[in-house]
């Protein structure tokens, strides 16, 4: 019986899939789109079609997978503006965990400084900045000088998630509970992180 014809977007989401496999295992050097094109069933130049290159094929797949990650990591409105950082942290570093080896070649790989590589992991936790931001209500001077503080922690926070990753000495809480004391010691002195964020503290006010 004859296979049933792909249409181009279950193509390329097949390619997505194998290629996720392949990365999930492998480093960045020992996965060979020769190999995902046969797994495929396609021809070698079908998959370059798709993706004209390993490094595009990668990046295209993690941030689909971070599409999983947006998801994950929503905020609770009931939740102070800690509590909710505290829970993005924790989605954060999950995805880090169930995505090893994606995580080590997006940062430590020969592609890892490639803008569309690192373009994901940036945009999630820029997200988070600016949730942050808009959650304390802070504007002018004051959201200037907690926004600078905010991006510190982050490049922070990047690179306790992947030490924590390489080490796997100490517990994911371990690492959230260090960056959250780093959060504290950088934004506490210029903005009160235990508030109800902005919009639902006015409508506690207002009962």
């Known amino acids: 019986m004859a296979r049933s014809r792909l249409t181009p977007d279950q193509r390329r989401d097949q390619i997505l899939d194998l290629g996720m496999a392949a990365f999930s295992v492998l480093p960045f050097e020992q996965v060979a789109m020769e190999d995902i094109a046969a797994q495929a069933e396609i021809s070698r ?7 004209p290159s390993k490094k595009e094929l990668f990046a295209a797949l993690w941030a689909r ?3 999983k990650l947006a998801h994950d990591s929503h905020f609770t409105a009931a939740d102070t503006v800690r509590s909710q ?48 931001l ?10 200037d000088l907690v926004s600078v503080a ?10 306790v998630a992947l030490e924590w990753l390489e080490l796997q000495s100490f ?12 959060l504290d010691a950088l934004v506490s002195p ?3 992180l235990n508030q109800l964020p ?3 503290a006015g409508q506690a006010a207002a009962r």
């Open 45 to 51: 130049a079908l998959i370059y079609h798709y993706f």
């Open 65 to 67: 997978a971070h599409e």
């Open 85 to 132: 950082i505290r829970g993005a942290l924790v989605a954060h570093f999950t995805f880090y965990e169930h995505n090893l080896t994606l995580m080590m070649i997006a940062n430590r790989s020969a592609i890892a400084a490639d803008p569309a590589v690192r373009s994901p992991i940036t945009f999630e936790l820029t997200r988070l900045r600016d949730h942050a």
């Open 134 to 143: 808009d959650a304390l209500d802070l504007a002018g001077s004051g959201r």
């Open 150 to 159: 905010l991006s510190g922690w982050l490049a922070l926070v990047r690179e």
């Open 171 to 182: 517990s994911r809480d371990a690492a959230v509970d260090l960056c959250m004391t780093a």
């Open 190 to 192: 210029h903005a009160d």
């Open 198 to 200: 902005s919009g639902v």
